[in-house]
C-alpha cells in the first residue's frame, strides 16, 4: 500500500478554477484535472470510465487554462480510488520540480498546505495576480 505524503498538499479550487491534466501511460492518453499538488507528487481526478494502472509511469503535463508554460513532469501512479463519480489518482513525482519557475508558484504560495482542505486566500487575489503574470 502507498504511503501518503508527508509534505503539505495544495488544493486546487475546482469549482472556480480546472487545472487539466494530461497522462501518458504508454499509448494511452488519459486527460483529467488536478486535485491536489504537494513537492513530491500530486493527486489526479480523471472521469470514471478511466481505466489506469497502480505502477504505470508517464509524462504529466500540467496546463493553465489562459497563461504560462506547461508544466512538464514524469510520474508514477501509487493509488486509485474508484468512485461512481469520478476516478481519483495519487501521483508521486519521478523527477523534482521547480515550481517558482511555473503558474503553480502562484498556488503553492498562497495555499497553508495544512490539510487536503488547505486554505486559500480570496480567489479575487489569484485572478489579480494572474493578471499581471510574468512567465
Known amino acids: 500500500m502507498a504511503k501518503p505524503r508527508r509534505e503539505p498538499r ?5 469549482i472556480s478554477f480546472c487545472i487539466p491534466v494530461d497522462f501518458f501511460a504508454g499509448d494511452e492518453l488519459y486527460v483529467g484535472r488536478l486535485g ?6 500530486d ?8 481505466r489506469v494502472s497502480v505502477g504505470s509511469s508517464g ?3 500540467m496546463h493553465h487554462p489562459n497563461v504560462g508554460e506547461p508544466i512538464h513532469a514524469r510520474g ?11 476516478l481519483y489518482t495519487g501521483f508521486s513525482f519521478l523527477d523534482p ?3 517558482e519557475r511555473t503558474f503553480l508558484r502562484m498556488l503553492l504560495g498562497r495555499s497553508s498546505g495544512t490539510s487536503a482542505t488547505g486554505r486559500l486566500r480570496s480567489l479575487r487575489d489569484i485572478a489579480q495576480d494572474m493578471d499581471g503574470f510574468d512567465s
Request: hydrophobic content about 45%; proline content about 11%.
Open 59 to 61: 509524462p504529466l503535463v
Open 76 to 86: 508514477e501512479l501509487l493509488w486509485i480510488d474508484d468512485l461512481d463519480h469520478a
Open 36 to 41: 491536489d499538488i504537494s513537492q513530491t507528487g
Open 97 to 99: 520540480i521547480d515550481f
Open 10 to 14: 495544495h488544493v486546487v479550487p475546482a
Open 43 to 50: 493527486c489526479l481526478v480523471f472521469p470514471p470510465h478511466h
